[in-house]
């Protein structure tokens, strides 16, 4: 009878029975690599395998049954490897790991696919620095993107206040042959420098650079044009005062209005547009001014003797005269005149002929006169700045504008614009200049104390 076997030893790795009958071990049993990554491998098979019977003879038509161990790779000597960790690995602080692909793995014959990566996907640019030997698209730069819009906004503003320094400082060149349009923008030149706080402003409203930079060229040339003007420059002193009034031949109270004048204090008044009123004025006036003396429409009334009246001829009728007046300073020569008003017609515009003709008779007239302390008074119906007056303009000087504070003006009484009313002189020395409260003329009155 045969000794039966010895039981193997579980340390010991299966037999796997040789010869033909052997059976191989098929795909079913093979176990991937990928799914060792996933699950822990099963445990060794620890069973005692049955002892093969050594008297019985196989029959060479059975099917031997597989061995469920027969197609585990041999188990090497020594203890058994460590388990992998299928526990997930603490996050870094830095940045978090992708999670373990649990995707299963493709056959090894079949080529892989990439497979999307949620977390590393291309995103849309925002500032990350581009991959190595990528080209970067030209990104805006948002910092100074918006710095040339400051200077391109407020184009029409920056024209506007460019055309405003044209006009400021080449009102000269303006003509006159059309509608006497060079007189009309010099009558109110003063007020061009409106423009200056108007377009400042527009342009800080716009944020446009440009347009402020602009504005500076035509503020700086109204300020050297009437800068000096706005100063205050009168002074205590002077040995004769003088007002000059257009009255209004339609005054509807010459009694009050001429009171008022006499309040005033002058020591010489001039009187224009005398008409219908004009007894009412002597009368009232007679008691203040025991010397005057009227040509047409213009008088003249003084505390000091007046003689050597004449009329000065400007114009078809009376509207200039010449007197001396005999201070106690000494003789002064005083012109009154009172010039042509400026016409406008829808055709042909302002119409200024006739007061420029009168402007030019006056001035020959000036130039004839031998005596050096001569004033100068009277309703011109322009303003100094005016070309047309030049005639008279430049041959005197404004006692506003050497004594005065401001512009001075004069016309219209409810809301004047423009200086129309002066006292110019030569020989004598302005010390101060002013305008008086409004009476019922549509004019105001206008004062200066002069040394002599």
């Not at 799914?35 to 059975?62: Q, Y």
């Not at 099917?63 to 161990?69: E, S, V």
């Not at 407020?154 to 060079?182: E, F």
């Not at 000494?330 to 010039?339: I, K, Q």
Request: charged share 20%; aromatic share 4%.
């Amino acid at each position: 009878m045969a000794t039966p076997l010895d039981a193997p030893s579980a340390r010991q790795a299966p037999t796997t029975p040789a010869g033909p009958d052997a059976t191989a071990p098929t795909e079913a049993d093979a176990t991937t690599p990928a799914e060792a990554d996933g699950a822990p491998p099963p445990e060794p098979n620890t069973r005692t395998a049955p002892k093969p019977d050594a008297g019985a003879t196989p029959d060479a038509d059975a099917t031997p049954l597989p061995n469920p161990d027969a197609s585990r790779p041999p188990k090497p000597d020594g203890p058994p490897p460590p388990e992998p960790n299928t526990r997930t690995a603490p996050k870094p602080d830095a940045a978090p790991l992708p999670e373990p692909n649990t995707h299963t793995p493709p056959d090894a014959d079949a080529t892989p696919l990439p497979e999307p990566n949620a977390r590393t996907a291309p995103m849309p640019n925002t500032g990350a620095a581009p991959e190595p030997g990528a080209t970067r698209p030209p990104q805006p730069d948002t910092r100074t993107a918006a710095a040339p819009g400051v200077w391109r906004r407020g184009r029409a503003i920056s024209g506007i206040a460019l055309a405003a320094a044209l006009v400021m400082l080449g009102h000269a060149a303006i003509p006159n042959q059309v509608g006497h349009l060079g007189s009309l923008v010099e009558t109110f030149l003063p007020w061009t420098g409106l423009a200056v706080p108007l377009l400042l402003l527009c342009a800080l409203v716009r944020r446009s650079a440009t347009a402020a930079v602009a504005v500076v060229l035509p503020a700086l040339i109204w300020c050297s044009l009437f800068g000096g003007t706005l100063l205050d420059k009168r002074a205590d002193g002077g040995d004769l005062t003088v007002v000059t009034h257009n009255v209004d031949e339609h005054n509807p109270h010459p009694v009050r209005t001429a009171r008022a004048l006499a309040a005033s204090g002058a020591d010489v008044l001039a009187l224009e547009e005398l008409g219908a009123a004009t007894a009412e004025y002597e009368r009232t006036l007679a008691g203040t001014y025991p010397y005057h003396t009227v040509r047409g429409t213009v008088g003249l009334w003084s505390r000091y003797p007046v003689d050597a009246s004449r009329t000065v001829d400007i114009a078809p009728w009376p509207r200039a005269l010449r007197a001396v007046v005999r201070t106690p300073k000494g003789p002064v020569t005083v012109f009154v005149a009172h010039l042509l008003s400026v016409r406008f017609s829808p055709i042909s515009g302002f119409t200024a002929a006739a007061r420029d003709a009168a402007a030019h008779r006056l001035g020959a007239a000036l130039r004839a006169e031998p005596r050096e302390r001569t004033v100068l008074v009277g309703d011109f119906n322009g303003t100094l700045d005016d070309r047309a007056l030049s005639a008279v303009t430049s041959l005197l000087r404004s006692a506003q504008s050497e004594a005065g504070a401001g512009f001075g003006l004069t016309w219209p009484a409810s809301f004047p614009v423009a200086r129309i009313d002066h006292i110019l002189v030569r020989g004598v020395d302005p010390r101060s200049s002013w305008t008086l409260p409004a009476t019922d003329s549509d004019h105001l009155p206008v004062a200066a104390r002069l040394k002599l």
